[in-house]
């Protein structure tokens, strides 16, 4: 396979394309509006949708084009679109009071987890020449602040977004890949169904307990 | 051969299809049943047909069964036809009391099938991708029968399964990336670049950096589905609020798929990484399970959730059998997954009687099984000291295998620290299970069954798992040796 280098154009797009990503991933970490969470995500998406375009371009690949639509009409349009529906409006959700640090703390760890990120995945530490982007350490970092979220916040429609991001971080990771592994396509594919599937089932367990606050932070009963 | 790898994937559908087609509980159990026994008929004869020869690959290795592959799909499948015959009884007494709907009825029986279905799937494949895509899928179809029953406190179960379990299993995709990276130099240009047994045979060539990685992630992930501590959490509720045949499948069955893509994953980081880093990570999060899993099986509770830490400790035994390594280690840690799956489903299918009949799940409220029900109580008694590992059960000859492989490895710590703690577990476990079987019953129970046919086919699978459970303790047939000595040759 062909590798993006560090100073192409594509290279340079993808890389700040990763960079956005890892932004709003803070900005998802940092704030406390449901409404909110649900945009960022969306804006997420939108900009991972762009990296797979750029991919697309440079490596003159129809896989990667689908990809980069599915991406943009199911994560950036149709998941942010059901969930503020179905979620955010339907059960009044406003601001997330069920977290368990506060938000400068989790800012403070986010930063620790990307510098960490970066350590462990640095570009020299990967085989030479492959992925000369900085894709990989930031495509890490997202991952972790997904999964931090998703740990801070206890509330079960945050937690859905933290993993959704974490999703994000995982599909950026596969796109510096999708050229040479045309499977990931699929996989990546499917994990959106998952997350259609995975909001569903919120949707069903809030309706049926008819609670506003489905909060997981009230989930007493199983414990031990 | 490819026929018969495709009839194990299609035989546990028969139940789904029974259900579409309106079945009621009773004939939608017997097709799954007659479903899972194809299944399994189908993965026999396709492991004496592979018996040392070339594995069976195809489909540009999407399709890829060896050894290894058919003795995980062997165990899935048997576990798949008791958990089936128990869902006969279980489900139909169920909606005879009006406890489940036709509806939830349809439902249990369709994702009972795929849930089946998409594990052997899962094991039948070489691409790393698609099984991530299988194993999640797995996630997907048990989550709806954790959920079945619909109250709050299994809707709460089925969620923390489904958003922990998306977390790992999305971990685990992280670290197959990470795995094709570091096959960069490779220039795996096409789909069979992406499987298994490539780069197994290419292993020398991987870069160790982002392998050591790669696997750490993988075992993280994949281990969330194991259940190995700490990231077991899930696995105690969902275990407890599924209806028990469902348990049964996720303990038996589930948590042996998540294993075996450790196992892959274990396979190429010993060929490249030799055995020190493997043995380091195996060894921590094994210990870890073996603690936690015994140390919260001494509180007296739900014994659906005894049960299911039990599998936590099983699951930590193994993982330190495959760390241990060698022959001796594989080849224990194998043999204790067919033992623990066969005991675990002994175990929860019994548990379900139980619950029918006490119309209870906390341990002190049932006393007298043995006097009440004598096959259950016995069937629960026998299999417990199967799960603790006593003789003449296949469990001590497994387990024995993994003490004598931790001495054999060097040190002497890890196989002491084990026994010691596969002592503390006998004690908290048995401690539970003996009151349970003990003394006399309550005054009235009524048996939950129509007719003596269902009591019969209540009592097939646990007659039939604990006899089977018996033959590996005191003889193991010449053809599972042999499929577990190729299976400790595929790993390394």
């Known amino acids: 396979m062909q590798s993006l280098s560090q100073t192409s154009t594509a290279g340079v797009l993808l890389d700040l394309s990763g960079v956005l990503i890892l932004l709003l991933a803070f900005a998802c970490l940092a704030s406390k509006l449901f409404n909110r969470y649900v945009v960022y995500y969306g804006a997420q998406s939108v900009v991972l949708s762009f990296a797979a375009g750029t991919a697309a371009v440079a490596f003159h690949s129809a896989e990667l084009w689908i990809l980069a639509a599915l991406t943009l009409a199911v994560k950036g349009i149709a998941i942010p679109l059901a969930a503020r529906r179905l979620l955010v409006t339907r059960l009044a959700l406003k601001r997330d009071a069920a977290m368990s640090t506060g938000l400068s703390t989790s800012l403070i760890a986010g930063g620790a987890l990307t510098a960490f990120a970066y350590l462990v995945t640095r570009p020299a530490l990967l085989p030479h020449g492959t992925v000369a982007s900085a894709v990989v350490p930031l495509s890490t970092a997202v991952i972790l602040l997904g999964s931090l979220s998703m740990v801070v916040r206890r509330h079960t429609v945050a937690q859905l977004i933290g993993w959704l991001i974490v999703e994000n971080g995982v599909f950026l990771g596969a796109i510096t890949l999708v050229a040479t592994f045309p499977f990931i396509v699929e996989a990546g594919i499917f994990l959106d169904i998952v997350a259609g599937v995975l909001i569903m089932v919120v949707f069903v367990s809030g309706l049926t307990r008819q609670l506003a606050e489905a909060s997981a932070a009230e989930l007493k009963e199983l414990r031990g | 051969m490819t026929a018969l790898a495709i009839l194990v994937v299609l035989g546990p559908l028969a139940g789904p299809a029974a259900a579409i087609a309106d079945a009621r509980a009773r004939l939608a159990g017997l097709a799954q049943a007659g479903g899972a026994a194809m299944a399994l008929g189908c993965a026999l004869a396709l492991l004496t047909m592979l018996d040392g020869r070339a594995p069976l690959a195809g489909w540009d290795g999407f399709l890829y069964v060896d050894s290894l592959g058919g003795f995980f799909l062997m165990t899935v499948a048997a576990v798949t036809l008791l958990a089936a015959l128990g869902s006969v009884g279980y489900v139909a007494a169920q909606e005879d009391s009006g406890e489940l709907s036709g509806f939830q009825v349809r439902l249990y029986f369709t ?64 670290g197959t990336l990470f795995l094709f990276y570091s096959g960069s130099a490779l220039h795996l240009g096409s789909n069979l670049g992406l499987t298994w047994p490539y780069l197994l045979m290419h292993a020398h060539a991987l870069a160790p950096q982002s392998l050591r990685l790669a696997f750490l992630l993988a075992v993280v992930g994949y281990g969330t589905k194991v259940g190995l501590a700490p990231m077991h959490t899930w696995l105690p509720d969902a275990h407890a609020e599924a209806p028990s045949p469902a348990s049964a499948m996720l303990s038996a069955a589930l948590l042996n798929t998540g294993m075996y893509a450790i196992i892959r994953f274990l396979a190429i980081a010993h060929a490249r990484l030799g055995s020190t880093y493997p043995r380091a990570v195996l060894l921590s999060f094994g210990f870890a399970s073996i603690v936690i899993g015994a140390l919260f099986m001494v509180r007296k509770g739900n014994f659906k959730r005894l049960f299911a830490y039990s599998s936590v400790e099983h699951m930590g035994i193994i993982a330190v059998a495959l760390g241990f390594g060698g022959v001796l280690g594989l080849y224990g840690a194998l043999l204790q997954t067919l033992n623990h799956a066969l005991a675990k489903a002994v175990l929860f299918l019994s548990s379900g009687d139980v619950s029918l009949r006490y119309r209870t799940r906390e341990a002190n409220q049932v006393t007298g099984l043995l006097a009440a029900v004598p096959v259950t109580g016995g069937a629960l008694l026998l299999a417990s000291f199967a799960a603790l590992g006593s003789p003449p059960f296949g469990l001590f000859l497994s387990e024995l295998t993994i003490v004598r492989a931790g001495f054999a490895y060097g040190s002497p710590v890890f196989p002491l620290l084990l026994l010691a703690l596969l002592g503390l577990a006998f004690v908290a476990f048995a401690r539970t299970t003996a009151g349970m079987v003990t003394g006399s019953p309550p005054a009235q129970l009524a048996s939950p069954y129509r007719g003596r046919a269902a009591v019969a086919v209540t009592a097939a699978p646990l007659v039939l798992g604990l006899a089977a459970l018996l033959v590996l303790g005191l003889w193991i047939p010449a053809g599972l040796d042999a499929v577990l000595r190729h299976s400790v040759g595929v790993i390394g």
Do not use: C, D, H, Q
């Open chain 2, 111 to 174: 994702f009972f099938g795929l849930f089946a279905s998409l594990m052997l799937a899962a094991l039948e494949t070489g691409n790393l991708g698609l099984l991530f895509v299988l194993i999640e899928a797995s996630t997907l179809a048990s989550a709806a029968l954790v959920g079945l029953e619909g109250r709050a406190r299994s809707l709460e179960a089925a969620w923390k399964y489904v958003i922990i379990s998306s977390l790992g299993v999305t971990i685990a995709l992280a």
